[in-house]
């Protein structure tokens, strides 16, 4: 059972989660039939012409996904300079992630989740992803080198640290889509679960610690 929904909720086929559905479902249909509309009338009602620009489908995908992940790359890189190198940078970039998935919802799913089944991503529209990754794990590294954490974080810290972050936006949007990062019952979480960190890769004993000896009665 999904956190925040209640059993009969969900078994119930018109109980409020199937009604946000259907109201988002909606949403999607008016919004893609507002952008159809405004090309009609750009362009005039006539056959399709997205493959004049695109060559298939996919090619489509693979643009929307480049654009998704080079715009996240951005408000990472921006979130992560507001913060101290380390834990505090890792925190900061990944709640301005946070935020702009929340608001560009359907590029973050097509980047985050793999919503399209068979599509992978080109090398070139995959690239900022990569660097994203390096970013975070450089945070990590830093909070190594700054005894916040203990060097097992740098073999797979980011993978946990990927799991909190996207586990907190599944539930947001799943069960509170219209909210902002910050709002709610969800997002407000992350940052206690970043402070869960130290405990899972606890950094080692500094040396005043190791030297220090019971006095003797």
Request: proline letters at 10%.
């Amino acid at each position: 059972m999904v956190c925040g929904v209640r059993e009969s909720d969900a078994a119930e086929p018109g109980g409020p989660r199937a009604d946000r559905r259907a109201r988002r479902r909606q949403e999607t249909i008016d919004e893609i039939l507002h952008i159809a509309i405004g090309v009609m009338g750009e362009h005039g009602v006539k056959p399709p012409s997205i493959y004049k620009y695109f060559p298939s489908i996919g090619a489509v995908y693979d643009a929307l996904f480049k654009q998704a992940a080079a715009e996240n790359l951005a408000v990472l890189r921006e979130g992560m300079a507001r913060g101290t190198p380390g834990l505090d940078a890792l925190t900061t970039g990944l709640e301005a992630s946070g935020r702009w998935v929340l608001q560009n919802q359907a590029l973050a799913q097509l980047l985050f989740w793999r919503p399209v089944p068979g599509f992978e991503p080109s090398p070139e529209a995959f690239a900022p992803s990569e660097e994203i990754a390096s970013l975070q794990q450089q945070a990590i590294a830093d909070a190594v080198a700054a005894g916040q954490l203990g060097p097992e974080a740098l073999k797979d810290a980011g993978l946990v640290v990927s799991i909190l972050i996207k586990g907190v936006l599944t539930q947001a949007m799943a069960n509170e889509p219209h909210l902002q990062w910050g709002e709610g019952r969800f997002t407000p979480t992350f940052p206690k679960l970043m402070k869960l960190l130290p405990a899972a890769y606890p950094p080692p004993p500094t040396r005043s610690r190791r030297s220090r000896r019971p006095e003797r009665a």
